[in-house]
Nanobody
């Protein structure tokens, strides 16, 4: 059974940086697993921030984080990261990691949170 746990959230001033981590427990086949970061603010739908399919060296970034955020994965540590630089107040929200095994393609990374079989409880990021 796969479990995901996020950490690294907190409060930071605009322009600052944070690095989120997502520790995964349980086995996932790296050849068929993709992962993503989502964020959600109250009253809005959860939106995909970045995604990665490391086996095919494929990444995706939402336009609103391109050039500021970097997604990476350390398979040896079973950990997903999100380096967030030049943070803005609009980046405030609950950040969730997600993993999907089997429904990933080098040409398609699942868009909606519901397309991912595993999701963590989230970590809060507040930018002021």
């Amino acid at each position: 059974h796969v479990q995901l746990v996020e950490s690294g959230g907190g409060s930071v001033q605009a322009g600052g940086s944070l690095r989120l981590s997502c520790a995964a427990s349980g086995y996932m086949d790296s050849a068929s697993t993709c992962m993503a970061w989502f964020r959600q603010v109250p009253g809005k739908e959860r939106e995909r921030v970045a995604a990665i399919y490391s086996y095919y060296v494929t990444t995706y970034y939402a336009d609103f984080v391109k050039g500021r955020f970097t997604i990476s994965q350390d398979n040896a540590k079973n950990t997903l990261y999100l380096q967030m630089n030049s943070l803005k107040s609009d980046d405030t929200g609950m950040y969730y990691c997600a993993a999907e095994e089997g429904n990933c393609r080098s040409s398609y990374l699942p868009v909606a949170s519901e397309e991912y079989s595993y999701r963590g409880p989230g970590t809060q990021v507040t930018v002021s």
